[in-house]
């Protein structure tokens, strides 16, 4: 799942902050988890090619990233088991990596991107539901700026409404939904295990996409999953570079305040536009990238106390 960025109404206490070459470090592990999943829909993509659908693959790759997880922190399925809050968790970070994975497979790569980081919107408006925190200025800023970026980038060409016009933008919309749920409910957990909320999002993208990909399938939606090949080696090495970028957004975000991660967390962005446009699978307009501006600075706006 796309690093955790917390971008609700009120600013969370900073983490152990870090300074001068001391942060260097935890600054170069949230990059790698950023850039991480910001490439990762041209594995998503190559595995499409060989047949494997976006939500088998999603499900399949966090099957084995959740068997490495279980292996380091057996102990966190009690927590989880015993915790029947945490299971809304799984839900909303499930929905996340399958609307995520699934429209970048789809739709175009920077469209979507920026659509999913219309999360401070959603964001600020679930806090104010669930954690009944007030809305400040910056937060109703923030809120007009998402929705002015997401006006610009969703405007059809020919005039009409701004609204979602394919199942890509459909998902990167739903996905952004889902990932402001899952880090207002990371907020709402915070005195659970860390290992028992990792367990719970890696078994929510499991799950949840193999669910879906499951009753699509038997719709004829989705074609099943091909027989064992080399594409397993494939998705093996991408459950590996997913549990690496998890471990690197705690190591990087446990030694860096909360404003400095929700910055460096934004080159997400950066990393999918700048791949996506380079390898044919996006493209930039006037328009886009005004509403894109618009979009990140809302982002950024979570990180200014």
């Known amino acids: 799942m796309p690093g955790t960025l917390d971008a609700s109404g009120a600013s969370p206490p900073d983490g152990p902050a870090r300074h001068g070459g001391a942060a260097l470090l935890p600054v170069l592990a949230l990059l790698a988890n950023a850039f991480v999943w910001g490439v990762a829909w041209w594995p998503l993509r190559w595995l499409e090619v060989r047949g494997v659908h976006a939500l088998w693959a999603t499900a399949g790759v966090y099957l084995l990233a959740l068997a490495l997880l279980s292996l380091r922190w057996p102990r966190a399925w009690i927590e989880l088991a015993h915790t029947p809050s945490l299971w809304w968790l799984v839900l909303a970070a499930g929905m996340t990596n399958a609307s995520f994975n699934w429209a970048v497979t789809i739709g175009d790569v920077v469209r979507v991107v920026l659509l999913f980081y219309l999360m401070p919107l959603w964001a600020v408006l679930l806090a104010r539901v669930l954690l009944h925190e007030r809305l400040t200025p910056l937060a109703a800023l923030r809120i007009v700026l998402a929705l002015a970026g997401a006006a610009i980038v969703l405007r059809p ?149």
């Open 157 to 305: 060409d020919g005039g009409g409404w701004p609204w979602p016009q394919t199942l890509a933008e459909w998902l990167g919309v739903l996905g952004g939904f889902s990932f402001a749920l899952n880090n207002v409910l990371l907020r709402r957990h915070a005195a659970s295990g860390s290992a028992a909320r990792a367990l719970a999002m890696f078994a929510g993208g499991a799950f949840v996409a193999g669910a879906l990909a499951t009753v699509l399938t038997l719709q004829g939606t989705v074609p099943p999953p091909p027989a064992p090949a080399p594409w397993l080696v494939g998705a093996a090495l991408l459950a590996l570079a997913f549990v690496g970028a998890n471990l690197a957004l705690q190591y990087g975000a446990a030694r860096l305040s909360a404003a400095a991660t929700a910055v460096v967390m934004v080159s997400e962005v950066l990393f999918a536009s700048v791949s996506a446009i380079a390898l044919g699978a996006g493209t930039l307009s006037p328009a886009l990238l005004a509403g894109g501006a618009l979009i990140v600075a809302a982002a950024l706006l979570a990180a200014w106390r």
